[in-house]
C-alpha cells in the first residue's frame, strides 16, 4: 500500500523492460522491417501496452481496488521500443474524500515522456 496519499507526493516510480508483443504484425508499425522503412529505429510497443504500464503503477501502489474502482485516460506522445526500459511516475493532484486525482507519465530512457495519465483511485480505509 502506498507510503502516504497525500497531494504532490509522487507515486513510483517503477521501471519496466517493454515487449513488443505485435511484432509478428508484418506490414504494421509494430513490424522492425515496416518502422524502419518509416523511418524509425524499430517496431512500436503496442500503445495499449504501454499505457497499461500506468495502471501497473497504480495496481502496486493502492492494490486491485484501484483498478476495480478507479478510472484511467491517457494519451500516447512518443514511440516504445522493445527492450528500452521505460520509467513510470506518478503525482497525486488532488484528494477529495477517499478519492484521489493522480496524473502519471511514461519516460523513455532518453528522458521524453511517451505517454501521460490521469485516474481517479478510491482510498477508502487508508490515512
Given at each position: 500500500m502506498p507510503a502516504t496519499v497525500t497531494p504532490g507526493a509522487t507515486i513510483g516510480p517503477i521501471r519496466i523492460t517493454p515487449i513488443n508483443s505485435a511484432a509478428a504484425a508484418k506490414g504494421s508499425i509494430h513490424d522492425d522491417e515496416k518502422a524502419k522503412e518509416m523511418g524509425y529505429r524499430g517496431g512500436f510497443v503496442p500503445g495499449v501496452t504501454v499505457l497499461g504500464y500506468m495502471t501497473r503503477l497504480l495496481y502496486e501502489a493502492y492494490g486491485a481496488a484501484a483498478l476495480q474502482h478507479g478510472t484511467f485516460a491517457g494519451r500516447l506522445r512518443r514511440p516504445v521500443y522493445e527492450g528500452?526500459?521505460?520509467?513510470?511516475?506518478?503525482?497525486?493532484?488532488?484528494?477529495?474524500?477517499?478519492?484521489?486525482?493522480?496524473?502519471?507519465?511514461?519516460?523513455?530512457?532518453?528522458?521524453?515522456?511517451?505517454a501521460i495519465g490521469s485516474a481517479t483511485v478510491n482510498v477508502s480505509g487508508q490515512a
Open positions: 528500452a526500459d521505460v520509467t513510470v511516475d506518478g503525482t497525486i493532484i488532488a484528494r477529495n474524500g477517499d478519492s484521489l486525482s493522480i496524473e502519471m507519465r511514461v519516460v523513455t530512457p532518453e528522458g521524453e515522456v511517451a
